[in-house]
């Protein structure tokens, strides 16, 4: 289940990241904040249930950047 979370977190991840890249979005798109959130938030609880508490911690914080994110507006 971890390497499930931990797989489908980081494609969604680098979709955001390649969509933006490419130019298809910016980084004020819904889709763009809700992909590294969604994202980072399974290869938190993936990275949590094998115990690599380094991968925890920065997902979590990236996971709570996007939040921001999308409630800030």
């Known amino acids: 289940m971890a390497t499930w979370l931990n797989n489908i977190g980081v494609i969604m991840i680098l979709i955001a990241f390649i969509l933006l890249s490419m130019k298809i979005i910016n980084s004020e ?33 990236w996971s709570a950047v996007a939040l921001y994110s999308i409630i800030r507006k």
Not at 47 to 56: I, P, S, T
């Open 29 to 61: 798109h819904p889709a763009y904040k809700w992909l590294n959130f969604v994202g980072a938030g399974f290869t938190c609880v993936g990275a949590y249930m094998l115990g690599v508490m380094a991968f925890v911690v920065m997902e979590a914080i």
